[in-house]
């Protein structure tokens, strides 16, 4: 029933429809942006009236926000964290550091280009953002997610040898004990 | 502590008052902006003509964030890089400093703060460009009471008023250590008064390395393109500070002021040989001869020695110097420190026929064939007269021939109350070495105050010294006395016009409003001319003159590929600094030239 | 049989957690035998970057080191380099820096109200809590043009002037804050398991007090009176009055209490502050950024934040750039060893209540 | 206060004669101090003259000089006095003495001081990695690492800037100016 093209799209449609209205977010602060988290979170902005709400482990999670720097020893957390949690998954990054570096973009300890280490959906800019700025691209998200055209988790399959070398790069001991893609 | 506290169980259910009750949650988000507070650090604005592509914003931003890129539509211009900033969102930190030292204020930020993509190539952000309607929601500004610019320049110690009129003593004092390092402190090293300078001196760089402490590094850097700094430190017309950064909202940087302090540590010669510690290169048999020892002479004549040129100044008076050595009052530029100078070019090797002027002590043909190339720093030796009636009256004179007179020791007779008329420095000048002489000195000029082209510090000075100037006041006639002599001055009142070709306006005389003012002397301060008669009919043909001043091409080579020439006799500022950009473009063009290059 | 212990990894992605930072634990059914703290995951070398940066543009990164409360790390490197240069900050300045200070204070201890009763499963605290917070970021954001990096406090005094009727404002937010407090204490002072979860737990002894160089309300919850406030006043500290609250206990529940008070002693401060504050100017003109050298020397400041005290070790050579900065956070000796030290024999599921009244902020231990 | 800090320093000269002594303002005592004699001088501060609380162990490379310094800063409750105690390490061989049994948190000052200046502290026992994970360049705090060249070298920055201009260059070009090499790092 579902094999031929057009019940696949409706299908398909009404998953995405369904997907963005209940974005669970993976309680990882991974930097300075997690202090805006608790405010979108709570009662003044209250993220969860647009569908967003914790969640307290990666296999329950959609979404990972990045918020902000990302240290080489975080990276590999993350990229653990990432790994671990089930598709459709999204990843949004805050702030300048996910972009070129921010304020960190000289410092040896961490990375400067998020994109080059996992597949991105949606940059905010802002250092940090600010709860309205974390809203609008949560809702930017939902956005894409409707529309279909948030595949991250697809690019970082098929572009998988890519990422895991450039993940390789700044972690060459780490990553090469770990078994890849199989946590 | 009981099993079960009743208080505690109950107390906390109060909580549910709150049931109810309107929450505070902004429900309006993100379907509708929350407008940010009054000062927000939001996205960037700049106003695109305000900046001037100083780049300041650049330097300071510790994120490395703020690029100077070229925009399409905005051109390079004098006071203008015709750079603009663009930041990178990915690196911004939005602590506003680059706001902070702006110059011109034309940087700020704005309320705006959302910007969302999926592309992480899209945070580059020209501010102006990528939010054209930024201007109405600027939000943190910096005024000029908080910009981190020092608008103030430290100011210079000066003669009182009283006590320089009795003496030619110094009448500027320079800064001190500590006020220098605190001027040179202001300059945010943009670079954009180079362009201007005719000579394109390294500007930042020596200021800088004032700041820094580092005195004798700045007087090399200064001696780079320049071997009359300290001549240029006093009296140069600083074109350099009309267009500073810090100037479109403030004071310039004393940019003269911080050039003379670095090079008065060079207290002699010997010291100033042993800072610059010039690299000589080895003779190379090839000889330069040059006619007239100043600015743009001795400049020529410094770098081909440099060069391992020989180099024979010709010169028609008994010192070096030209027009700085005889006319600019002692008070502006002492004898010592031109002396000085000048003594430092001869020790690397340049050497000086004094009292030879070519046409009558010496041929030009003889220099044109003794030398492998030949440079003419001629200047404007003669002044225009008056051109009234009663020109001819003894005590009539020419302000620049009476400055001559007076810097080569002659005494001439004054009396007690001098007319000067025109408006430039040399008018200034004249008036002031009168008042020196105890007379009483009016300057006549034909336009207002605001017009006069004389330095606005020098007309300040000479009223400090007691200068009464009459503005708009047209000279008709000089009276004279029985003897012959200068009795007093007739001039007619003037009402400014605007010019309808959209000039400066003119000074149209006004009918019967004749005015008789005393006078005893009477000086004509109304431009030099030059004397071409040394020249040889035969070079007439290829050496051309239009407009009383030699036709050079951009290398200051005339007609005849091996004479070049500069300073007042080819350029039309007629200003040291020129003059001594001339003689180092000829210096590379005549060694260009005979290096066959 | 002996059991055997386990090794659980509390972090570093854990709701628990505070912050980026990791504790390993090894546990005995559900009793510590011995943790160990890893840290590392915010390591951004602040200290080094400086070096990079000039006198001034260097206070931008201040504010990063600790998230939850930025205002008294730009506060110190403010008054390292005027104590290094000899600035003279007006007494306006003195007064502004005091209110933001004690703002920051208080919106540090509402985010503690969130995590300490998120760590014991009381969320509506948080909700609460956090909520009213915002109204004092909304006041900063008025004041500073930022809501959590104000980058406002620099050396020579403030950046801005109070804006037209803020002191009205700070005054209402006090008012409403009074209020709101007396809820917090019905839903979580007097609520029995609240002090069940917390009375006795996460004991600190005395002779670890001096050992473990322990610090700001951790101190005062065993019952010594230390405040760098009154101490080693700085700004205006010593023309104010205010106590230093102190409890006996030592445990978590103490040092709630000694935080709950803190709260209503820098409302007082504020409300001092606003009263006494001199008109004139907020700031003193520092040199040109690009060209300040500081005069040579080293200096060491300190300075009371929510947490204890925080002190700054800055070294000039009479360059444009720092020689070197060096921040002693106060976390950065309670997450570690101290709190290797208390928790063998603690239960798991406190692990996380006990991290947070110590008030571990992971940014400041690893800068 | 200076009463105080008078008798403190005749006592300190005192016990140590080779402890030098440095005249501040304020409530600020400052000494040096050899390094063999640190963990007596510490010690005694701490249990004879009411120094109890070491707030920090700061560190600086003076790398002109080929040393490394580590700086106590030590606090009196009671005097409200702080304390000083700089000692200068030999950047070749840089060994010293552990204080973790004086203060217990000192342990982590060492932990960082090891690694991220190199300096080693044999009797301590601790982990051996602290912030850093499989770090293989050189101690990053030391002065002769450059940060941004090992960002080059290792990470990455966001291509599409490469037509940024220098304001000076440009300048400089368009008006023929030729800047000389010496006065080059005068620019900005």
Redesign the interface.
């Known amino acids: 029933m579902y094999n031929d093209k057009n019940s696949k799209k409706i299908v398909e449609t009404i998953q995405n429809w369904a997907r963005s209205h209940s974005v669970w977010v993976l309680a990882y602060g991974t930097g300075c942006g997690a202090i805006e988290i608790a405010p979108t979170m709570t009662s003044r902005y209250d993220a969860e009236r647009l569908g967003f709400r914790g969640a307290a482990t990666p296999r329950q999670a959609d979404v990972m926000l990045i918020t902000g720097y990302l240290t080489v020893k975080t990276v590999k957390r993350v990229v653990r964290v990432y790994e671990q949690m089930q598709s459709p998954k999204y990843v949004v990054g805050f702030g300048s550091c996910t972009i070129n570096g921010g304020m960190y973009y000289d410092s040896y300890n961490t990375i400067n280009l998020l994109d080059r280490y996992l597949p991105v959906d949606v940059y905010i800019n802002g250092c940090m953002p600010r709860p309205e700025a974390v809203i609008a691209g949560l809702a930017k998200l939902q956005q894409i997610i409707r529309e279909g055209k948030a595949n991250g988790a697809e690019k970082y399959l098929e572009n998988l040898e890519w990422y895991k070398e450039n993940q390789r790069k700044i972690a060459p001991n780490w990553i090469a004990k770990a078994p890849d893609l199989n946590w | ?1 009981s099993f079960f ?1 009743l ?3 109950l ?2 259910l ?2 549910l008052k ?1 049931f109810g009750k309107k ?5 309006d ?2 379907w509708k ?2 407008e ?6 939001g ?1 960037h604005f700049n106003d695109i003509d305000e900046c001037i ?4 914003c ?8 703020i ?4 925009l399409e539509g905005v051109e ?1 211009k004098k006071g203008d ?3 603009r900033p ?1 930041v ?10 680059c706001v ?2 702006c110059p011109t204020g034309s940087l700020s ?1 704005t309320k705006d ?9 899209a ?2 952000w020209t501010p102006g460009i990528s939010n054209p309607d930024g201007e109405e929601r600027k ?2 500004v910096s005024t000029h009471e ?1 910009s ?3 608008f103030n320049r430290i100011p210079m110690p000066e003669l009182e008023g009283k006590e320089r009129i009795k003496s030619f003593a110094e009448v500027v004092l320079g800064y001190n250590e500590e006020q220098a390092r ?1 001027e ?9 008064c ?2 201007v300078c005719p000579d ?1 001196m ?1 500007i ?3 200021i ?2 004032i ?2 402490g580092d005195d004798k ?1 700045a007087v ?2 200064i001696y ?1 393109n320049n071997p009359l700094p300290e001549m240029c430190g006093k009296v140069c017309t600083r074109r350099c500070e009309d267009v500073c950064a810090i100037a479109t909202r403030g004071d310039s940087v004393a940019i003269r002021w911080l050039k003379r302090y670095a090079t008065e540590t060079a207290a002699t010669a010997d010291i100033t040989h042993e800072i610059v510690n010039p690299e000589i290169r080895e003779a190379n048999g090839k000889t330069v001869g040059i006619i007239g020892a100043g600015p743009s002479g001795l400049t020529a004549a410094y770098y081909l020695a440099l060069r391992g040129y020989d180099v024979t100044i010709y010169e028609a008076s008994a010192k070096a110097g030209g027009a700085t050595m005889y006319g600019i009052p002692k008070y502006r530029l002492p004898i010592e420190s031109l002396e000085k100078q000048i003594g430092y070019i001869q020790s690397i090797g340049v050497k000086i026929k004094f009292n030879t002027k070519v046409g009558k002590d010496i041929s030009f043909k003889e220099i044109y064939d003794k030398y492998d190339s030949v440079f003419m720093g001629v200047g404007f030796p003669d002044a225009w007269p008056l051109g009234v009636d009663g020109d001819d009256a003894e005590g009539s004179m020419q302000a620049f021939r009476y400055l001559y007179m007076i810097n080569s020791g002659e005494k001439v007779d004054i009396g007690d109350k001098v007319v000067v008329v025109g408006g430039g420095n040399v008018a200034i000048d004249a008036a002031r070495v009168s008042r020196r002489f105890g007379a009483e000195v009016t300057i006549l000029y034909r336009r207002r105050v605001e017009d006069m082209p004389a330095d606005w510090e020098e007309i300040e000075g000479a009223e400090d010294e007691g200068i009464h100037i009459i503005p708009q006041g047209i000279p008709t006639k000089i009276h004279k006395d029985e003897k012959g002599h200068v009795k007093a001055i007739e001039y007619l009142k003037a009402e400014m016009v605007a010019d309808d070709k959209g000039g400066r306006p003119r000074p149209v005389a006004i009918e019967g409003s004749e005015t008789v003012l005393e006078a005893t002397a009477v000086m004509a301060a109304i431009g030099q001319m030059g004397d071409y008669s040394f020249l040889p009919k035969e070079f007439e043909e290829k050496i051309t003159i239009e407009r009383g001043r030699f036709v050079v091409n951009e290398k200051q080579q005339t007609g005849d590929p091996k004479v070049f020439a500069g300073g007042d006799a080819v350029n039309r500022t007629a200003d040291a600094i020129s003059a001594i950009a001339d003689g180092f473009r000829a210096c590379k063009a005549i060694d260009e030239y005979l290096s066959g290059k | 049989m002996r059991e055997k212990a386990t090794t659980l990894y509390l972090g570093p992605q854990h709701p628990g957690i505070t912050g980026n930072m990791m504790v390993r634990l090894k546990v005995m059914g559900d009793t510590i035998v011995s943790a160990q703290t890893e840290v590392g995951y915010l390591h951004r070398a602040f200290e080094k970057l400086q070096e990079r940066r000039n006198w001034l543009n260097s206070f931008t990164l201040m504010c990063r080191f600790c998230v939850p409360e930025t205002d008294p790390m730009e506060n110190l490197y403010a008054r390292a380099v005027e104590s290094l240069d000899n600035i003279e900050v007006p007494e306006r300045a003195k007064y502004i820096r005091v209110m933001v200070l004690e703002l920051a204070r208080i919106a540090t201890q509402l985010m503690w109200y969130a995590g300490q009763n998120g760590s014991l499963g009381l969320y509506t605290m948080g909700q609460w809590s956090i909520g009213d917070r915002d109204y004092i970021l909304d006041l900063f954001e008025q004041l500073t043009g930022g809501r959590v990096y104000h980058m406002y406090q620099w050396p020579g005094g403030v950046r801005r002037d109070l804006p037209e009727g803020f002191e009205g404002k700070v005054l209402r937010t006090l008012d409403y804050l009074e209020k709101r407090l007396k809820d917090y204490d019905d839903l979580m002072f007097s609520n029995s398991i609240f002090q069940k979860r917390t009375q006795g737990v996460g004991y600190v002894p005395k002779e670890s007090i001096i050992e473990h160089g322990v610090v700001g309300p951790v101190l005062r919850g065993a019952g010594i009176r230390s405040d760098i406030r009154i101490d080693e006043p700085y700004e205006v500290y010593d023309k104010l009055d205010f106590e230093i609250p102190t409890q006996e206990g030592s445990d978590i529940w103490a040092r709630a209490l000694v935080r709950r008070a803190e709260v209503h002693q820098s409302i007082r401060i504020i409300r001092q502050v606003l009263d006494q504050m001199p008109k004139g100017e907020f700031n003193t003109s520092i040199p040109n950024p690009m060209k300040w050298r500081v005069k040579a020397g080293d200096t060491y400041v300190r300075a009371e934040s929510a947490r204890g005290e925080v002190g700054y070790y800055a070294v000039s050579d009479g360059t444009i750039h720092p020689r070197r900065m060096h921040l002693r956070g106060a976390a950065y000796v309670h997450a570690i060893t101290l709190l290797e030290n208390i928790l063998p024999g603690q239960n798991v599921a406190d692990v996380s209540a006990i991290m947070n009244s110590l008030g571990t902020c992971a940014p400041e231990i690893e800068r | 206060m200076k009463e105080i800090k008078d008798k403190m320093i005749a006592q300190i000269n005192a016990a140590f004669p080779e402890a030098v002594n440095k005249a501040y303002d304020g409530n600020r005592l400052d000494f040096t101090v050899h390094k063999d004699a640190i963990p007596g001088f510490l010690s005694h501060m701490k249990d004879q003259l009411g120094f109890r609380h070491l707030s920090h162990i700061a560190y600086v490379d003076w790398i002109e000089e080929n040393e490394f310094e580590l700086v106590y800063l030590l606090w009196s409750p009671t005097d409200k006095v702080k304390l000083f105690v700089h000692t200068r390490i030999d950047r070749e061989n840089p060994v010293m003495h552990n204080i973790d049994m004086i203060w217990r948190q000192a342990n982590t000052y060492q932990r960082e001081i090891k690694e991220m200046l190199g300096i080693d502290f044999p009797d301590m026992v601790a982990p051996d990695e602290f912030i850093l994970e499989d770090w293989d360049d050189i101690p990053p705090f030391r002065r002769d690492f450059d940060t941004l060249e090992y960002v080059n070298r290792t990470f990455w920055h966001r291509p599409g800037r490469e037509d940024a201009q220098d304001v000076r260059e440009t300048i400089s070009k368009r008006s023929g100016e030729e800047i000389p090499d010496f006065a080059k790092k005068y620019s900005r």
């Open positions: 502590m506290d208080q505690g169980t107390k906390p109060t909580a709150q929450p505070h949650t902004l429900k988000i993100p902006k929350r940010a507070s009054d000062n927000y650090r996205l592509g100083c780049g300041n650049s330097t300071i931003c510790q994120n490395a964030a690029d100077m890129i070229h390079g890089s015709g750079l663009r990178d969102n990915g690196r911004c930190c939005w602590c506003a400093l902070e030292v930020l703060y959302i910007y969302v993509t999926e592309d992480p190539d945070f580059l939000s943190y908080l981190l610019n020092h605190e040179a402190s202001r300059c945010i090293s943009c670079g954009i180079t362009e394109h390294h930042p760089e020596y800088n390395a700041a820094a590094e090399k850097i780079d």
